[in-house]
């Protein structure tokens, strides 16, 4: 007998706010930055199981516009888990055939950072796996001023017209241009609340929040989410 399909059967992309990291550490009496190292391995089991399930695209959250305003050891050992966690696992991600970009204001990051990140997109461009987005410096009030100032340059020089710039124009000049509109958001960490993540591109998304912090987030909880996403009825305004 045919089972009904679901309606949503799986998200084309899938967004997630990885946070609990420095509570994960606490409970431990471990630093903060314990709990930061620990994240690594959800991260990597969901960028694996999003390639393996055919997810076409999986943005991370990884630090905020916000986060600045931590204290300098805690910014200063997250820049460098990025930078060591980009050398020793780029080899891998290009090997799964995943295509990293990195969002998010680059020029305030450390110089060293920046050089990796540029030669991993630049490894990874052509590759048609996974799209991998991390989001480091990124907000989501920063990325629509800075499209913003993008077509208002245009506009500036006489290429674009006020007028044409639609909802499809604008969402190109967004960090995610290309990248369809995320359909499921989870949240680690137990806060139900954006924190200035993708404002854009999340209208219609469903939002899935679970009190797991994030380093402890495991495959069950991965596809606990995945089902939550299967069994909602995406109506998008209309009736059903
Ligand atoms: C999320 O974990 C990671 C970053 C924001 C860099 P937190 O560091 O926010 O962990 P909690 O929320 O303090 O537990
Ligand atoms: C959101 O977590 C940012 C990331 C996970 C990178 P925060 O811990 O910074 O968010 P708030 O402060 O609880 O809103
Ligand atoms: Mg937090």
């Known amino acids: 007998m045919m089972v009904a399909a679901a309606a949503n059967p799986l998200p084309r992309h899938v967004a997630i706010t990885m946070d609990g990291n420095g509570r994960w550490a606490k ?3 471990l630093a903060r930055i314990a709990g930061h190292k620990a994240g690594l391995t959800p991260v990597r089991m969901c960028i694996s199981e999003c390639g393996k399930r055919g997810i076409s695209a999986l943005t991370l959250f990884a630090f905020s516009s916000e986060n600045w305003s931590r204290p300098a050891e805690e910014v200063g050992s997250l820049m460098g888990l990025f930078v060591e966690s980009l050398e020793r696992e780029i080899a891998e991600l290009h090997a799964q055939g995943v295509r990293m970009r990195f969002i998010g204001e680059r020029r305030h990051l450390p110089v060293r950072l920046q050089a990796r990140i540029a030669a991993a997109e630049e490894r990874t461009a052509n590759n048609q796996g996974l799209k991998l987005q991390v989001a480091v410096s990124y907000g989501g009030r920063w990325d629509i001023v800075q499209a913003a100032q993008a077509l208002a340059r245009e506009c500036s020089i006489g290429a674009l017209r006020p007028e044409d710039i639609t909802e499809e124009r604008f969402s190109q000049s967004l960090a995610l241009a290309g990248v369809a509109d ?4 989870i949240r680690t960490g137990g806060e139900q609340r954006i924190s200035n993540f993708l404002l854009w591109n999340l209208a219609y ?10 380093p402890d987030f495991a495959l069950t909880d991965f596809d606990d989410a995945l089902a939550f996403f299967s069994n909602r009825e995406r109506r998008f305004g209309r009736v059903s």
């Open 205 to 214: 998304a469903e939002l899935y929040f679970t009190p797991k912090l994030w």
């Open 182 to 185: 995320a359909d499921l958001v």
């Open 27 to 29: 409970t431990r009496g």
